[in-house]
């Protein structure tokens, strides 16, 4: 993921990578060569060497030890990839140090950017879709992925590292989660070396605003494919999607069938995220996908890995 938004980045007009900091330092002389920037191994040391604007992290779960805190204590606004924390306990400090030092934050949701779900958002604001009623969704894959997304103690679970973009978009459509029940196993991986996470996951949940969703997920559905399709159903508006940019509205106001819209673009979702995040920097937006957004959903899906941990009670948020 650093090598992709340093990549948008490096394209965009007035927009320069400076520097780039890795615990490998081989990891951090490539990319910074890339880019003409300057390699780190210290992020302290980078922060008080470069003239810096803003920072983008992209660590994986487990690496995440207080960075966002100290970047933010130095005024720098941060990018930081999902999920912001292994353990959601210790994400609360990040939202304290966006707020106290009062930068812009923006967490990497991408679906979010998604032009279909820009449309279904737009409905959802304005009224015209009418009251929330059902969200269901799969997220399905099949890949052995990085070592450290396999094993539990370094990526937490398929539902922490991956599933969460899922459950962001739910909280992001309907609003705060209430209660969680769920299950989890795993199915297919069992003889797979240092595979300690599940790979089969549901959920049922229950939003404050009274709708329902159910969440399913696995790791060994179609290869090289990380499909994320889900249905959205409000008391005039009916959504089906096929990704974040293509899906099939139908209106249903009325409980007559009414107009139906298929809505399909191409759109570089993790571009325009970048774009975005950008633009807010420069002021011309508003911070959206925030820190606290970040917070949220991983205590969705903290709520949700607690409730499949034991064996399905349900948890309360
Ligand atoms: N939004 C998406 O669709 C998407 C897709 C893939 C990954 N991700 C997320 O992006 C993050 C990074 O994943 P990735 O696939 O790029 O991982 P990766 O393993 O490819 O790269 C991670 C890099 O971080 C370095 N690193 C680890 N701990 C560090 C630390 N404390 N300080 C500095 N560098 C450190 C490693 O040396 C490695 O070079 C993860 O949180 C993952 O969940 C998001």
């Known amino acids: 993921?650093?090598?992709?938004?340093?990549?948008?980045?490096?394209?965009?007009?007035?927009?320069?990578?400076?520097?780039?900091?890795?615990?490998?330092?081989?990891?951090?002389?490539?990319?910074?060569?890339?880019?003409?920037?300057?390699?780190?191994?210290?992020?302290?040391?980078?922060?008080?060497?470069?003239?810096?604007?803003?920072?983008?992290?992209?660590?994986?779960?487990?690496?995440?030890?207080?960075?966002?805190?100290?970047?933010?204590?130095?005024?720098?606004?941060?990018?930081?990839?999902?999920p912001i924390h292994l353990h959601f306990c210790k994400a609360k400090k990040m939202i304290e140090a966006a707020e106290k030092n009062k930068i812009f934050s923006q967490v990497g949701y991408q679906y979010r950017f998604g032009s279909a779900v820009k449309?279904?958002?737009?409905?959802?604001?304005?009224?015209?879709?009418?009251?929330?009623?059902?969200?269901?969704?799969?997220?399905?894959?099949?890949?052995?992925?990085?070592?450290?997304?396999?094993?539990?103690?370094?990526?937490?679970?398929?539902?922490?590292?991956?599933?969460?973009?899922?459950?962001?978009?739910?909280?992001?459509?309907?609003?705060?989660?209430?209660?969680?029940s769920a299950y989890m196993s795993n199915i297919c991986h069992t003889k797979d070396e240092n595979y300690t996470i599940e790979d089969v996951s549901a959920s049922i949940v229950k939003f404050k605003n009274g709708a329902i969703g159910s969440v399913g997920a696995s790791n060994c559905a179609i290869p090289m494919r990380w499909d994320n399709l889900f249905t959205v159903v409000y008391e005039n508006l009916t959504a089906q999607f096929l990704n974040a940019n293509e899906a099939v509205f139908t209106n249903t106001a009325g409980r007559i069938a009414g107009e139906v819209i298929n809505h399909k673009t191409e759109i570089d979702m993790y571009l325009d995220e970048d774009k975005y995040f950008i633009a807010t920097l420069r002021g011309e937006c508003e911070n959206i996908s925030t820190i606290k957004d970040g917070y949220d959903s991983l205590q969705f899906v903290d709520a949700v890995a607690r409730s499949a941990e034991s064996g399905g009670a349900p948890v309360s948020l």
Not at 128 to 141: E, I, M, R
Request: hydrophobic share 35%; glycine share 6%; proline share 4%.
């Open 1 to 82: 993921m650093g090598g992709l938004h340093s990549k948008n980045l490096a394209g965009m007009q007035d927009v320069s990578i400076c520097a780039v900091c890795d615990i490998d330092e081989a990891a951090a002389k490539k990319l910074a060569a890339a880019h003409g920037a300057e390699p780190y191994t210290s992020l302290e040391k980078m922060l008080d060497e470069k003239k810096i604007d803003a920072v983008y992290i992209c660590i994986p779960p487990y690496g995440h030890n207080g960075e966002f805190e100290k970047i933010a204590s130095h005024k720098k606004h941060i990018f930081i990839e999902k």
């Open 119 to 180: 449309e279904l958002k737009k409905r959802i604001d304005n009224g015209s879709a009418g009251k929330p009623v059902l969200f269901t969704a799969t997220y399905q894959c099949n890949s052995l992925h990085a070592p450290w997304w396999r094993d539990k103690n370094t990526c937490g679970s398929q539902i922490l590292e991956q599933v969460i973009h899922t459950y962001d978009l739910a909280m992001y459509l309907f609003g705060s989660p209430e209660k969680i």
